[in-house]
């Protein structure tokens, strides 16, 4: 590797006076710059970052923790934060929790020992206790959380308004004529969940429909499966059902599915909504109609919103935390009256 010391001793000059060349320093003749620079182009003379991050004590790098890699909505996630941290000169190490609390410790725990600048966390559906990112925070080292956030750790954080969004499909499914309308929730601990489930029910109160518990099923894994598997059991239970709101697209994808090979109507006799705004539900039969959650947008304000705390950390000034709200759109397809 070519270093600043090499380049010095072939131009007879100091390493100092190498590196204040390279950087444009006006104290360094045009003279000695120009024989600086085209020597450092004819040995491939790149700086060395982590001899340049123990100087800064900076590593210019963030770390992103993801619930799951292999998500559609989290895909975009990741490559609005990759494009907003490249364009700012970052690396971003992306790590997975797979939904587990004890993963996202250690995953935690990882990025802090590769002394990373800054921090990105959705948490996991599992996380209930949040002492391992207060403990970071408090260390200093700034964390923004996104989309899966917790309202008792106090840091920025970047979100849609579920309980608003879910609210709107509901509600889009009342005006179509829908009577009796049930929801696939997911577990009980994240927010997210908490929050559709509110604007489900709010939605039905606000236009003077009975909320009944007995119309609200959970899908613990938020899968296929788990959408395919209790769609059936809906039926089953409520023969009158004429909607079906579905915390995720998986979910909704399953249930379209199942009640497709039941011979149902659909959006004949029962409508169904989904969230996310996956691919997927382009090219289903019927396409699905969904709540467009702009996964690449979240990761664009997520990091922005980071990069500003992590300047405002190197400068030694106060940073006010800061909560961003992204918008979210209803996507009418076939599968809704």
Known sequence: MTTLKKIAEELGIS????????????DVSPKTREKVLALAKTLDYHPNSFAQGLRTNESKTIGLIVPELVHYFFSHIIKGVIDTARKNGYLVLVLPTEESYEDEVNQLK??????????LLSLSDSTVNYSH??????????????????????????LIDDIDAAAKATEYLI????????????????????????????AL????????????????????????????????DHPDIDGIFCFTDLVAMGALKRLTEL??????KVSIIGFSNWFITKISTPTLTT???PGYDIGVN??????DEIQAKKEDREFAYKTITVPTELVIRESTK
Do not use: W
């Open 302 to 307: 997520a990091c922005d919103l980071l990069l």
């Open 263 to 268: 011979g149902v109507d659909i959006p004949g």
């Open 133 to 158: 990112i207060k403990a970071t925070i408090d260390a200093g080292t700034p964390i923004v959380l996104y989309d899966k956030i917790s309202k008792s750790i106090n840091a920025s954080k970047v």
């Open 15 to 26: 390493p100092s006076t190498v590196s204040k060349a390279l950087k444009g320093y006006p």
């Open 205 to 236: 109160l606000v236009n003077g429909m009975e909320f009944d518990r007995n119309l609200v099923y959970s899908a613990e894994n938020l899968s296929y499966e788990d959408g395919y598997e209790i769609a059936l059991e809906i039926l089953n």
């Open 291 to 293: 709540v467009d959650q």
């Open 175 to 202: 005006k179509s004529g829908c009577k009796r309308i049930a929801h696939i929730r997911g577990p009980l601990k994240p927010q997210t969940t908490i929050d559709r489930a509110k604007g489900y029910k709010k």
């Open 110 to 119: 990882l990025l802090i020992d590769k002394n990373v600048d800054g921090i």
